[in-house]
């Protein structure tokens, strides 16, 4: 079953609202979430690493206002975008392993469409 | 930096043979992780094999193993006797540092879309 779950997994929204997508590890804790992002027949792009108790870890181009990480727990972990565009419209998807030998455990993703 | 290249964007494949996808990758890290996983349509992304930088042995699991040339850097996904099921696209990803940091981030590689002919 599922060890790494991701909600909304759809999610339509106006421009200019903000939207939060959750992750949560089910049946371990995770200090580490990652989060991807995945255009269309394209890679998936490491985005942030979310860090317990701590500041996200942001690659080179993420904008960390736009793109709020919080990492309140050791299950969960929560991404919102904030005064979404229509060029914030992709696939997010997070994921967490329980040590570095083991694979990443990927969430089912949240696609989402700015209108 | 480390780095990730697939050099084969698209493959089709008759059903029942077997196909290799390739993947080089470039770290100055001694220790690292080598993944291969899939995603179908549906977009999940499913894990299938991994491949530890100190592992002697090539990877196997099932219909799916990997070839490790550690010297020249590359980490090739062979899936045997293919299956329709098989139609995806196939990421491989590399983990630098420890085995045991799950800090380590993934890359991925840009991708192979594999189709499995009838």
């Not at chain 1, 106006?14 to 371990?28: A, N, P, Q, W, Y």
């Not at chain 1, 080179?60 to 914030?88: M, R, Y």
């Amino acid at each position: 079953g599922a060890v790494v779950s991701q909600h909304p997994s759809r999610v339509i929204c106006k421009s200019g609202t903000s939207v939060k997508i959750e992750c949560r590890s089910l049946d371990f804790q995770a200090t580490t979430m990652f989060w991807y992002r995945q255009f269309p027949k394209q890679s998936l792009m490491l985005m942030a690493t979310s860090n317990e108790g701590s500041k996200a870890t942001y690659e080179q181009g993420v904008e960390k206002d736009k793109f709020l990480i919080n990492h309140a727990s050791l299950t969960l972990s929560t991404l919102t975008v904030t005064s979404a565009h229509p060029e914030d419209s992709s696939f997010y998807i997070c994921s967490a392993s329980r040590t570095g030998g083991s694979p990443l455990h990927f969430g089912n993703g949240t696609r989402l469409t700015v209108t | 930096a480390q780095k990730i290249t697939q050099t084969q964007p698209g493959m089709f494949v008759q059903e029942k043979e077997a196909v290799t996808l390739d993947c080089t990758y470039d770290t100055s890290d001694q220790s690292y992780g080598l993944f291969w996983y899939k995603q179908p349509s549906s977009g999940e992304m499913i894990f299938l094999i991994y491949q530890g930088s100190y592992d002697e042995q090539n990877a196997t699991e099932g219909r799916y193993s990997l070839n490790f040339q550690k010297a020249r850097k590359s980490a090739n996904l062979v899936i045997s006797a293919s299956q329709l099921g098989d139609s995806a696209m196939y990421f491989c990803a590399m983990r630098e540092g420890s085995r045991y940091s799950s800090a380590s981030k993934i890359i991925f590689g840009s991708g192979t879309r594999l189709s499995i002919r009838p």
